[in-house]
């Protein structure tokens, strides 16, 4: 049962329907799901057909993505499932759109993931406007979250979720934790319309800070969502204190949420780096047919 206190939202990172079904089991409650490229690529059925050498095709893989979060909705029909666009360093605002509307058609509970790059906002820009959720991925810092703040503006309250990533901060020795509490911070002051859900969970203490930090949605691998039952899903006393030790500061700016999302600064090496990973583990998937 979800521990009465607790009024973060969280949802399961993964990319198996199984893992899904067994980690509502174990906590006896789920707010939703987040999924990636990644995720999908490690899907049990799709290794078992790697393993047998039979890659995807392009119509397949779109299929089999679409099967998997046809899956994971109906198991989470008042939840809400992210679905990730294809985006490489190169992919333009327009056919990253064109994916997210058709993505948005599979379920009824959909968030579009598009990366927090210039493209990838412009196309959330667009996105809003016609009508879809969006979920802003690979963020890493808070001029980021401020730009998605503006670009998604006039958004209703639960369409616009921005995802930090912490551990691939920490991975670094970055506090990545000083962006939850900074986003937060920003936030405050706005008109609340964009949620933030702390992603890149790697240990028990990011999802226990990040509750305490009041991060509206946390989305935490099954890995770590074991251990947190496993405990008896404990949560964060006015005493917790979060293990920064060695991780260096990330400061709090002071941003004017009312300007224009292009005049914030939004470039982020990881953000580029997570594409570029993102776009190749899908490809790996595939069997490409030569012309
Ligand atoms: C979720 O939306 C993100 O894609 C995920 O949390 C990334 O996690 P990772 O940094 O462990 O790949």
């Keep these: 049962m979800k521990p009465k206190d607790l009024t973060s939202k969280i949802f399961i990172d993964?990319?198996?329907?199984?893992?899904t079904r067994e980690i509502m089991g174990l906590l006896g409650f789920l707010d939703g799901q987040t999924t990636n490229p990644t995720l999908i690529s490690k899907n049990p059925e799709a290794r078992k057909r790697l393993d047998r050498g039979e890659k995807f095709s392009e119509r397949e893989i779109i299929d089999f993505y679409h099967s998997v979060v046809k899956e994971i909705s109906g198991m989470l029909p008042a939840g809400s499932v992210s679905v990730e666009v294809y985006?490489?360093?190169?992919?333009?605002?327009?056919?990253?759109l064109s994916q997210g509307k058709m993505m948005f058609g599979w379920i009824p509970n959909a968030h579009i993931k598009f990366p927090s790059a210039p493209e990838g906002l412009k196309a959330a820009e667009q996105a809003v406007k016609d009508g879809l959720r969006v979920n802003?991925?690979?963020?890493f810092s808070q001029e980021q979250a401020a730009a998605v703040y503006a670009a998604?503006?006039?958004?209703?309250?639960?369409?616009?979720?921005?995802?930090?990533?912490?551990?691939r901060l920490d991975d670094r020795r970055e506090n990545g934790m000083d962006v939850i509490a900074n986003i937060i911070r920003m936030y405050r002051k706005s008109d609340g319309h964009v949620e933030v859900l702390t992603a890149s969970v790697r240990s028990l203490d990011h999802l226990l800070y990040a509750i305490k930090l009041g991060s509206d949605i946390i989305t935490v691998p099954g890995k770590i969502l074991r251990e947190w039952a496993g405990k008896g899903l404990p949560m964060p006393g006015s005493d917790y204190n979060y293990p920064a030790a060695g991780l260096k500061a990330i400061p709090y700016k002071e941003l004017d949420l009312g300007r224009d999302w292009r005049d914030f600064d939004i470039s982020h090496d990881l953000t580029v780096k997570g594409m570029k990973n993102f776009s190749e583990d899908w490809e790996s998937l595939i069997r490409h047919t030569k012309h």
């Design 14 to 19: 993964g990319g198996d329907p199984e893992e």
């Design 87 to 96: 985006a490489d360093p190169e992919t333009k605002a327009e056919q990253m």
């Design 136 to 139: 802003m991925t690979l963020c």
């Design 152 to 167: 998604t503006r006039g958004a209703l309250k639960g369409n616009v979720f921005v995802s930090p990533f912490v551990g």
